[in-house]
């Protein structure tokens, strides 16, 4: 790089002039003073480039491997269900279903979305069981998901996913981790290990409350007549600008019925729902429930008291259901921070651990062979 | 471009020393964010949100900054350059550049494969580019984190060659570059 002689010849020079910024003899200038302290120098440099890189690493977490990150979260999704080739790491198993939202023009004094205008939205989404499992048999017991995506007429959506439990049992994303590690299978039982469930719980009281509220509630029969609770608080903002922090729920038209607990077939629940949604449309009510000041708004293992305002925004209908292998909700991540304009996330820390998590699910699934799902398109059809 | 000017312009002109800094500010901020949120729970929302404009706001200027480089007039390399050492240099612009532009194209496209909605701010969002394919998405994915990291170092081998330049060679290669107006040598 030390300026030498060849640079001083002009066939050299006119050799490279077809370079930019080669617009200038280079004769005209003097050789640089040669510097002193050259080692130093260097040193500086190799320095500053280290710690730019050191930087960089810094903040991709290299340093730090006891971090939670999206990637060690779902690696442990994976040591606890196993990997299921193009399936999501939780919730595996599912059924896709289609239909509209019909707004009642109520929500529109507590968001601008456009969602909540009077009229009717197309909704695509996905009933799910949890666990890492596609073919997992069907359990009363077994947390029930259904993830929704409204398509907005202007090109925005709406997604969310819910579950049928009240409560929501872990207040952060650390919470959640250690009680996937906690229920990892035992190598020599393949069974949780009793005692590491009984120290989380003892440990979290969070969690123990929730778990008691959920008991609570005996689930119901299927998919069709369950509830399904948005859990995590979002802030809603109005054409006027005045916000107000939501949590809603999907309350179920069709009745209520407690499960029976007898023996059924591995595809109970899925079966039901197909054969209901067959027979007739199925409803539910959204509702959204308006905190007031001092309900916690960051912590989704925390019901807000009873006696809060709710308001009926419109009715989801639900008329159509397929397989995961041939419709186009299988490649949908139904992250709920995916939100239009006038709904924005509270500071609940599972928010954005939810959006890092489902895309790394998502980002894995994307590029694996599909394999079949437990409910085929003939299973959906007979 | 060989033109060769009567005064031998020593700085590149006023615009694009602006456009190189504003740049430089924005893909630094970036190529953090981008490797910062991929590893974060907590701030991943906050920092996509941020990600997703300034990517955008990249892929503009960088094409705004290609169409002034066209029209301008390019300062010489100093002497103390050889040969091989301006291929090397123009080589990397041409890198630069080039990453510049796709690394944000790449955003786009995977996103749109992924058919998620792309969020500038409030209810302003792009239209997709791509199909709707996991497949897609999955490479361009991987794509993408690929060339940020080209990137990353080809920005490390840019700044090591200005500290050498500028500490050892002691050329006033930077000169050409600093905001402000600098004294010809």
């Known amino acids: 790089m030390a300026p030498s002689e060849a640079n001083r010849d002009p066939k050299t020079a006119n050799g490279s002039a077809e370079l930019p910024g080669e617009t200038a003899p280079m004769e005209k200038h003097p050789a640089p003073v040669n510097v002193g302290n050259k080692p130093a120098r260097m040193a500086v440099i190799s320095l500053v480039l280290l710690g730019v890189v050191g930087a ?11 971090k939670l990150t999206p990637a060690r979260f779902v690696d442990e999704f994976e040591r606890v269900g196993g990997i299921h080739s193009g399936f999501r790491r939780n919730h595996a198993k599912g059924v896709c279903v289609q239909g509209f939202f019909e707004s009642n023009g109520q929500g529109v004094r507590l968001s601008k979305a456009v969602v909540f205008q009077s009229g009717r939205v ?6 799910s069981l949890g666990g890492g499992d596609p ?15 409204f398509s907005l007429p202007d090109g925005e959506q709406w997604r969310t996913a819910m579950i049928d439990l009240p409560a929501f049992p872990f207040k952060d994303p650390q919470a959640f981790y250690d009680n996937l590690v906690a229920s990892q299978p035992d190598p020599n039982t393949h069974q949780p290990d009793p005692a590491k469930g009984a120290a989380f719980l003892a440990s979290h009281s969070d969690t123990a409350r929730a778990l008691a509220i959920i008991k609570s509630h005996a689930p119901s029969n299927g998919f069709d007549n369950a509830a399904y609770y948005g859990l995590n608080a979002f802030r809603f903002v109005n054409a006027d600008g005045a916000s107000a922090y939501v949590r809603w729920t999907l309350a179920p038209v069709q009745p209520y019925e407690a499960g029976t607990g007898a023996s059924q077939n591995k595809n109970f629940l899925f079966d039901g729902l197909i054969a209901s949604i067959q027979q007739h449309p199925l409803q539910w009510h959204l509702v959204m429930t308006v905190a007031q000041p001092g309900d916690p708004t960051d912590n989704a293992t925390i019901p807000w008291p009873e006696g809060r305002e709710q308001v009926d925004v419109g009715t989801l209908t ?12 299988r490649d949908i991540n139904f992250d709920p921070l995916v939100l239009p304009a006038g709904m924005a996330p509270s500071h609940d820390p599972l928010l954005s651990a939810r959006s890092a998590i489902y895309s790394q699910s998502y980002t894995r699934r994307a590029g694996e062979t599909k ?12 | 471009m060989s033109a060769i000017t009567t005064t031998g312009r020593q700085q590149f ?27 974060s729970l907590g701030d991943y929302h ?12 990249i892929l503009i200027l960088v094409v705004i900054r290609f169409v002034n480089r066209q029209f301008s007039t390019l300062p010489p390399f100093p002497p103390t350059m050889s040969p091989q050492e301006r291929s090397i240099a123009h080589a990397s612009e041409v890198l630069l550049y080039s990453l510049l532009f796709l690394l944000p194209l790449v955003g786009w496209g995977m996103l749109s494969a992924a058919r ?3 969020v500038l701010y409030g209810s302003l969002h792009l239209f997709p580019i791509l199909p709707h394919s996991v497949m897609l998405y999955a490479f361009l994915r991987r794509t993408h984190t690929f060339l940020a990291y080209l990137l990353f170092l080809t920005f490390v081998a840019h700044f090591a060659a200005i500290l050498f330049h500028t500490l050892i060679v002691r050329d006033g290669l930077l000169s050409r570059m600093v905001p402000w107006r600098a004294r010809a040598r």
């Open chain 1, 318 to 329: 639900l008329d159509s259901v397929e397989s995961e292998e041939s419709s186009p909700a």
């Open chain 1, 371 to 382: 394999e079949p799902s437990e409910i085929t398109p003939s299973e959906v059809r007979k």
């Open chain 2, 116 to 118: 998620y909605p792309i």
């Open chain 2, 46 to 57: 906050r920092l996509v949100s941020i990600h997703r404009p300034l990517g955008v706001a």
């Open chain 2, 13 to 39: 002109n006023g615009s694009m020393r602006f456009l190189h800094w504003l740049m430089a500010a924005m893909v630094l901020t970036m190529l953090g964010i981008g490797v910062a949120m991929v590893a």
């Open chain 1, 56 to 66: 960089f690493l810094y903040l991709g977490g290299w340093f730090s491997p006891e």
């Open chain 1, 122 to 127: 197309p909704v695509i989404g996905r009933f």
């Open chain 1, 135 to 149: 073919h997992a048999t069907d359990e009363l017991s077994t947390v029930r998901g259904l993830g929704l995506q």
